[in-house]
């Protein structure tokens, strides 16, 4: 039986932004079109097999519940509860996007030492 998949309205938010972002700054909307389909497709495929994504972690290893799939340098950032797939960001894999899922997270690194 699939699972059901659900897309959350900040995940609709961030395919808005990243078509902005391609549209504007590469004055590609074709690539952003791809980009944004791309990221929908792979997150419907998960009513399939939605164990299939990679799990995201803590820089310590601690399991967040998160998981994700990518499209051509961008996650769909999800969880799975029960027989449902709860879709929650698009970001580009370049950002942060622990911060995105955990609020109040900061890498180590980003951190200013005061020595």
Do not use: C
């Not at 497709?41 to 399991?63: H, I, Q, Y």
């Not at 879709?87 to 200013?112: C, M, N, T």
């Amino acid at each position: 039986m699939p699972y059901k998949v659900h897309f959350s309205p900040q995940f609709n938010r961030d395919l808005v932004e990243i078509w902005n972002y391609i549209s504007v700054e590469y004055k590609d909307p074709e690539l952003a079109d791809q980009i944004t389909d791309g990221l929908i497709t792979e997150s419907e495929a998960l009513e399939v097999f939605p164990m299939r994504g990679s799990k995201v972690l803590l820089p310590t290893g601690m399991d967040t519940g998160y998981r994700f799939v990518m499209f051509k340098g961008y996650l769909s950032l999800y969880r799975i509860q029960g027989e449902e797939v709860y879709i929650a960001r698009a970001v580009h894999e370049k950002q942060d996007y622990l911060r995105f899922l955990i609020p109040g997270f900061r890498r180590k690194e980003s951190f200013i030492d005061d020595e």
